[in-house]
């Protein structure tokens, strides 16, 4: 059996649709959407809709961290619009068509926190199992999804805006987890709680990783714990105890799968 693992996709549909050449299955964990493309100042939706110019200032104030300033420029760009929802919902469908059109394989999603996974089912077609707190068999091993990433600790979930991650407590990741019962390759949007899995490098911050699937590692010790959402992690893979722990990311960019063969 040959699966093929990819995550943090952002727009990339032309990768997407190689992404399964080869192999039996196809797994996506998320962040289809490509919103704000830090390589390319013109692409993502942000980039699409204020231009590169706008964009350049948007990451450098968040190369510098200066998040208080990053907060009212965003809420000046989005103010000029009439409709932000409306233009954000708008250029969200037109990727998700493409996108789940390049998933011609067996494919199982789960997605992530750059993701509206409620409009998913009105773009999955009939080989695209969209699975979050659910599990899947294949080739002879149970597959558990969770996704989304976590919302940090004291914070208050957004409403409104144009855009709304798809934040999660680590309440709700657990309770999702308690569904999956044993497992033998675990696969989340977010790592597992490990500094090494969950710090990047390039962005110089420590992302949010979850002691549920830490614990469930070390607990239930699968086979594989696959995930994404650091694009640029301090170690890509790491073995804790029985387990393969792999960062199967950053796929826009590196386009690349990673290969479960059994």
């Given at each position: 059996m040959r699966v093929h693992v990819v995550s943090d996709v952002h727009g990339n549909a032309e990768a997407l649709a190689k992404a399964g050449d080869g192999a039996d299955a196809l797994v996506v964990l998320g962040d289809l959407i490509d919103f704000v493309d830090y390589h390319d100042h013109a692409g993502g939706i942000m980039g699409a809709v204020f231009g590169p110019d706008a964009m350049a200032t948007f990451a450098r104030l968040r190369r510098e961290r200066a998040h208080n300033e990053v907060a009212a420029f965003a809420r000046s760009l989005w103010t000029s619009l009439d409709d932000p929802g409306a233009v954000v919902e708008s250029a969200i469908r037109e990727q998700y068509t493409r996108l789940f059109a390049a998933m011609t394989v067996p494919t199982?999603?789960?997605?992530?926190?750059?993701?509206?996974?409620?409009?998913w089912p009105e773009y999955a077609g009939e080989n695209v199992r969209i699975l979050d707190g659910a599990t899947a068999e294949l080739g002879g091993l149970r597959f558990g999804f969770v996704g989304g990433a976590l919302l940090p600790p004291g914070a208050i979930r957004r409403r409104g805006g144009a855009f709304r991650p798809y934040l999660r407590t680590e309440d709700e990741v657990a309770a999702d987890v308690a569904k999956l019962g044993e497992v033998d390759v675990l696969c989340s949007h977010m790592p597992p709680d490990v500094p090494e899995l969950t710090y990047d490098v390039v962005s110089r911050r420590q992302e949010l990783g979850s002691p549920t699937l830490l614990r469930v590692i070390?607990?239930?010790?699968?086979?594989?714990?696959?995930?994404?959402?650091?694009?640029?992690?301090l170690a890509q893979r790491m073995r804790l105890g029985y387990t393969e722990c792999a960062n199967v990311g950053h796929f826009q960019r590196t386009q690349r799968p990673y290969v479960l063969r059994w």
């Open positions: 199982y999603a789960t997605p992530g926190n750059v993701d509206v996974p409620a409009l070390s607990e239930q010790s699968p086979r594989w714990a696959v995930f994404g959402h650091v694009h640029q992690p």
